[in-house]
C-alpha cells in the first residue's frame, strides 16, 4: 500500500509572520479619536460662522441664492453629509449669536 504525501504536506510548520503592532494604547487611540473630533467640531463652526458673516453682508435679493451656491459647492468637494453638517452648524450660529444681537 503507497502511503500519500499528503498529510506530510499539511503538517509541515508555516513561517511566523511578524505582526504590526500599534505603537498606541487603546487609550492613547480613543484620546486621538476625541481630540480629532473636537478639532473638526472646531473647524466646521469656524467655516459655518465665515459663511453666516458672508451672508449677512450680501444683498437680501441674492443671499439665498449666493448660500445655496456655497452649499453646493462644499456638497461638490467634500460630499454633501458635510454640506449638511455645515449648514447645521450655521443655523446654530445663527441662533446663538445673530438673535442675540452679537451682531
Known sequence: M?????PT?????????ATWKSPFTDEQRVHFDKIAAQQKRIDDMATARELVQMFY???KAERNTWLREALN???SKRGSGHASNI?????????NEY?????
Open 2 to 6: 503507497a502511503q500519500s504525501i499528503l
Open 99 to 103: 438673535q442675540n444681537n452679537i451682531l
Open 73 to 75: 459647492r462644499i456638497a
Open 57 to 59: 453682508a450680501r444683498d
Open 87 to 95: 449648514r447645521t452648524c450655521m443655523t446654530e450660529i445663527k441662533t
Open 9 to 17: 504536506l499539511l503538517t509541515k510548520p508555516s513561517k511566523q509572520r
